[in-house]
């Protein structure tokens, strides 16, 4: 008869790491370590669109796109800004603020070669700044391999003008 001790302290977490090192290595042990990227689908997820600032207020328009070769079910971008955004936001559904600067959003699912559903969303910045500049990136691409990074990493400087600036 076997017996088992858990001590108070490991449960879950432990049991998780433990599955993980064990799946990992199951991994390389079958395939090999040059297979495991390929068990993950690719993907070239891009952002373009507009941003907008004007008396603090910053109006961002985006729209997510799949090159392929494979579909993404969802994945996340993050909008990062130069300045601090007020405490008080009022974001689309799919997105949340994670940070004084950062708020990230849903993308919904991206079809391969197929532009995403578009995201708008306004957000007031801390006082009244001359210009602001916002960076974009993804954080999660669903699970998929993206090795062209030169389309899901923008950065773009806006004016306190009411102007558009096309990213």
Known sequence: MMEMRVRWGTGIGAWVRGVGVVGVGAALTLGGASSVGALAP???????G???????????????QNHGPSAVEDATVRL????PLADVQRLP???ARSGERVVVCRTGPLAADWPGDPIRLKVRLLGEPSE???????????????RNHGNDQQRVLALDTGDSYVF
Do not use: F, K, N, Q
């Open 42 to 48: 690719e993907a070239d997820l891009a952002y373009h």
């Open 132 to 146: 602001v500049t916002l960076e974009i990136d993804t954080v999660w691409g669903g699970g998929a391999v993206d």
């Open 93 to 95: 559904g799919d997105c």
């Open 50 to 64: 507009s941003v907008a600032m004007a008396a603090g207020l910053v109006d961002v328009r985006l729209t997510p």
């Open 80 to 83: 990062r800004w130069s300045a």
